[in-house]
């Protein structure tokens, strides 16, 4: 019966006659499909790929990584033949096939984990389980440890059961990262004469299949698909800009622009920026060149379509386009016997416009492209980036709306601003004094920040003998407790005021500069004044000192202060030791003046030349003897 062996690998199998009895599985490098010609980079364990290191012992793929095998395996029974399979995703997963006698090349997905398991069974039976139950597990029969592949290292193999010491090596995987392909060398323009052969070639590097698409003004070419394309008497309906799409089982790639540029004879060739020009060519600032023609010849051109003539311009050099224009250009033999004119380039000239950007708030603008200004039409994507505690709030000028990144099509000028707006502001509570402030009930430092729209809860507490009056900063009210919302940064001061009590002696008032209640730090301006008759002595209580009016510093709770007025003060007029006379009236006797006179019928009052002296209880004067009489008094002013 014959006999066949399948293995449920990332492995592509061949079928060889090896000794009697023996199975085996090897690493065949030459059938390793390589994504370089560098053998040194066929990712030993320490070589890093995707960004990822290849020694990892399991996890997830990076998204378009694909697992190549290069491994053989061989029987040595003419009645047993190997075949492959291989599954990834979940364990539980159905496997997939895999032809045989073919390299294995596996996709995985982004954030797949591919799963392992070697299987091996008498294929006379329709599978493994079926294999497993009529034997036992005792006829051509064995399963590896489920295993993840891991680039350079071993997987362990399960002998074959009723095999007869079959062998199963544990060598490494290769596994290489495979990508799109590579253009080594792109095809190049070129500018032929009507008749002769052209060629447009491409070199490109890739694990195999490579296929190619060669393509003519974006259509593809019926039957070009070959690395090179070949024109065999090239015809004047040949002209036209070619490419090669290029592409393997990860990915497509397309070559650069090559302009096939056919001529009649003796035509000159036109470019535009320095490249071969056919049909329509749209660029910025374009610069028109003409090369070719008769030997030793004269070259013509008009720029409006029309056929040059020898009327037309000479050309003597290069043409700098500022509008559309349709190139025509003919050439005139040395001898002027022949004219040869060359087919008709369109010069479109690309508008360029500008883009300013603005911010309001913090943030930033990325602007893809990034370097201006842009061709018309271009389309440019602004991204919005908002820092920490900052967001996005919408666009301004020629963009609108809070979509985020935004598209903008460049057919003019254009501005446009982002504005950003806070996403939590900072709150500080605070009081001068006779008080404490609290938020939701806590007590809170300096500067801390709450989500933009919440309400916190502001309560003044007063300390004794203090009592709320308002609040005071970027909020102004007098409720207690206060709800705020937080909508911009808040600085708000608790203000409590206290009792000032005052008492008079004598006869007189006190005016304070402030009404009850005062509040906490207030200079207060504190004015005694006397009744008719009566002179402000001296303050008491929280005030001090004989100035008048005083300030008093409120930061105690309740303070008490009075002021005492005093009646008219005496005059008395005594001899001293020395034979001068004294004449003293209590000190201070605020609002009192000393006034003299020698004749008291004339009325002629006035202040007296002796020096007052005030040793704190009194004031005086000393007056040296004198003949005739001197009169003294008081006198309120």
Not at 196 to 223: D, E, F, H
Not at 351 to 369: D, E, R
Not at 411 to 431: D, E, H, K, M, Q
Not at 552 to 577: E, K
């Given at each position: 019966?014959?006999?066949?062996?399948?293995?449920?690998?990332?492995?592509?199998?061949?079928?060889?006659?090896f000794a009697q009895g023996k199975v085996s599985l090897q690493n065949d490098a030459s059938r390793l499909f390589k994504w370089t010609t560098n053998t040194a980079l066929l990712f030993p364990p320490e070589q890093p790929f995707a960004g990822l290191p290849i020694d990892q012992s399991s996890g997830h793929l990076p998204s378009g990584m694909i697992l190549i095998a290069g491994l053989y395996g061989g029987t040595?029974?003419?009645?047993?033949?190997?075949?492959?399979?291989?599954?990834?995703?979940?364990?539980?997963?159905?496997?997939?096939?895999?032809?045989?006698?073919?390299?294995?090349?596996?996709?995985?997905?982004?954030?797949?984990?591919?799963?392992?398991?070697?299987?091996?069974?008498?294929?006379?039976?329709?599978?493994?389980?079926?294999?497993?139950?009529?034997?036992?597990?005792?006829?051509?029969?064995?399963?590896?440890?489920?295993?993840?592949?891991?680039?350079?290292?071993?997987?362990?193999?399960?002998?074959?059961?009723?095999?007869?010491?079959?062998?199963?090596?544990?060598?490494?995987?290769?596994?290489?990262?495979?990508?799109?392909?590579?253009?080594?060398?792109?095809?190049?323009?070129?500018?032929?004469?009507?008749?002769?052969?052209?060629?447009?070639?491409?070199?490109?590097?890739?694990?195999?299949?490579?296929?190619?698409?060669?393509?003519?003004?974006?259509?593809?070419?019926?039957?070009?698909?070959?690395?090179?394309?070949?024109?065999?008497?090239?015809?004047?309906?040949?002209?036209?800009?070619?490419?090669?799409?290029?592409?393997?089982?990860?990915?497509?790639?397309?070559?650069?622009?090559?302009?096939?540029?056919?001529?009649?004879?003796?035509?000159?060739?036109?470019?535009?920026?320095?490249?071969?020009?056919?049909?329509?060519?749209?660029?910025?600032?374009?610069?028109?060149?003409?090369?070719?023609?008769?030997?030793?010849?004269?070259?013509?051109?008009?720029?409006?379509?029309?056929?040059?003539?020898?009327?037309?311009?000479?050309?003597?050099?290069?043409?700098?386009?500022?509008?559309?224009?349709?190139?025509?250009?003919?050439?005139?033999?040395?001898?002027?016997?022949?004219?040869?004119?060359?087919?008709?380039?369109?010069?479109?000239?690309?508008?360029?416009?500008?883009?300013?950007?603005?911010?309001?708030?913090?943030?930033?603008?990325?602007?893809?492209?990034?370097?201006?200004?842009?061709?018309?039409?271009?389309?440019?994507?602004?991204?919005?980036?908002?820092?920490?505690?900052?967001?996005?709030?919408?666009?301004?000028?020629?963009?609108?709306?809070?979509?985020?990144?935004?598209?903008?099509?460049?057919?003019?000028?254009?501005?446009?601003?982002?504005?950003?707006?806070?996403t939590i502001y900072p709150l500080t509570v605070s009081s001068p004094g006779g008080g404490s402030v609290t938020v939701d009930g806590t007590t809170i430092p300096p500067s801390t920040f709450y989500p933009s729209g919440s309400v916190v809860t502001l309560a003044a507490n007063s300390s004794n003998g203090w009592s709320f009056i308002a609040w005071q900063g970027t909020v102004n009210d007098t409720a207690n407790?206060?709800?705020?919302?937080?909508?911009?940064?808040?600085?708000?001061?608790?203000?409590?005021?206290?009792?000032?009590?005052?008492?008079?002696?004598?006869?007189?008032?006190?005016?304070?500069?402030?009404?009850?209640?005062?509040?906490?730090?207030?200079?207060?301006?504190?004015?005694?004044?006397?009744?008719?008759?009566?002179?402000?002595?001296?303050?008491?209580?929280?005030?001090?000192?004989?100035?008048?009016?005083?300030?008093?510093?409120?930061?105690?709770?309740?303070?008490?202060?009075?002021?005492?007025?005093?009646?008219?003060?005496?005059?008395?007029?005594?001899?001293?030791?020395?034979?001068?006379?004294?004449?003293?009236?209590?000190?201070?006797?605020?609002?009192?003046?000393?006034?003299?006179?020698?004749?008291?019928?004339?009325?002629?009052?006035?202040?007296?030349?002796?020096?007052?002296?005030?040793?704190?209880?009194?004031?005086?004067?000393?007056?040296?003897?004198?003949?005739?009489?001197?009169?003294?008094?008081?006198?309120?002013?």
């Amino acid at each position: 019966m014959k006999k066949t062996i399948l293995i449920l690998a990332t492995a592509a199998i061949t079928t060889a006659a090896f000794a009697q009895g023996k199975v085996s599985l090897q690493n065949d490098a030459s059938r390793l499909f390589k994504w370089t010609t560098n053998t040194a980079l066929l990712f030993p364990p320490e070589q890093p790929f995707a960004g990822l290191p290849i020694d990892q012992s399991s996890g997830h793929l990076p998204s378009g990584m694909i697992l190549i095998a290069g491994l053989y395996g061989g029987t040595s029974s003419d009645s047993l033949s190997l075949l492959t399979t291989a599954q990834f995703g979940t364990l539980e997963g159905s496997p997939g096939l895999i032809n045989p006698l073919v390299h294995i090349i596996l996709p995985f997905p982004g954030g797949t984990l591919a799963w392992f398991e070697v299987k091996i069974w008498d294929s006379a039976y329709i599978n493994y389980e079926a294999a497993l139950a009529a034997t036992g597990g005792n006829d051509y029969f064995g399963t590896s440890p489920v295993f993840t592949m891991t680039p350079g290292t071993g997987i362990g193999y399960p002998p074959i059961a009723g095999g007869g010491g079959s062998t199963w090596p544990t060598q490494p995987i290769y596994v290489g990262l495979v990508t799109g392909p590579s253009i080594l060398s792109q095809p190049q323009s070129l500018s032929v004469i009507v008749g002769s052969n052209a060629t447009l070639s491409v070199t490109a590097s890739s694990y195999q299949p490579l296929t190619y698409q060669w393509r003519k003004g974006g259509a593809p070419i019926n039957g070009a698909t070959n690395s090179a394309i070949n024109f065999v008497s090239a015809a004047l309906s040949d002209a036209g800009n070619y490419d090669v799409v290029c592409s393997n089982l990860s990915a497509t790639l397309v070559s650069s622009n090559a302009v096939l540029q056919v001529l009649p004879y003796g035509a000159p060739s036109i470019r535009v920026n320095g490249e071969l020009a056919v049909g329509t060519v749209q660029v910025i600032s374009p610069t028109v060149t003409l090369s070719g023609g008769f030997p030793g010849g004269i070259l013509f051109y008009t720029l409006d379509g029309s056929v040059p003539t020898t009327g037309s311009p000479v050309y003597t050099g290069p043409l700098n386009l500022t509008s559309n224009a349709i190139v025509q250009a003919m050439s005139l033999s040395a001898d002027f016997v022949q004219t040869s004119v060359a087919p008709p380039v369109t010069v479109l000239v690309t508008p360029v416009y500008s883009l300013q950007t603005t911010v309001s708030g913090n943030g930033t603008i990325t602007v893809t492209p990034p370097n201006g200004p842009y061709p018309s039409n271009t389309v440019v994507t602004l991204t919005a980036n908002a820092p920490a505690n900052w967001a996005f709030d919408h666009w301004t000028g020629d963009l609108s709306g809070s979509n985020n990144p935004a598209t903008l099509v460049m057919n003019g000028p254009r501005s446009v601003g982002a504005v950003f707006v806070p996403t939590i502001y900072p709150l500080t509570v605070s009081s001068p004094g006779g008080g404490s402030v609290t938020v939701d009930g806590t007590t809170i430092p300096p500067s801390t920040f709450y989500p933009s729209g919440s309400v916190v809860t502001l309560a003044a507490n007063s300390s004794n003998g203090w009592s709320f009056i308002a609040w005071q900063g970027t909020v102004n009210d007098t409720a207690n407790p206060l709800n705020l919302v937080m909508n911009q940064t808040n600085n708000v001061q608790a203000i409590f005021g206290t009792v000032v009590t005052t008492h008079v002696g004598g006869s007189g008032i006190i005016i304070m500069s402030q009404p009850n209640p005062v509040p906490f730090g207030t200079a207060l301006t504190l004015t005694a004044v006397p009744a008719p008759g009566y002179h402000f002595v001296a303050w008491s209580g929280a005030a001090s000192g004989t100035d008048n009016p005083t300030t008093l510093v409120v930061t105690n709770a309740n303070p008490v202060l009075g002021a005492f007025f005093g009646g008219p003060p005496s005059l008395t007029i005594s001899l001293t030791a020395t034979n001068t006379v004294m004449v003293s009236w209590p000190s201070p006797s605020a609002g009192w003046s000393l006034l003299f006179n020698t004749d008291l019928a004339t009325g002629g009052w006035g202040v007296p030349g002796e020096t007052i002296y005030d040793n704190g209880t009194l004031k005086y004067i000393i007056v040296n003897p004198w003949s005739g009489n001197r009169f003294y008094r008081l006198q309120q002013q």
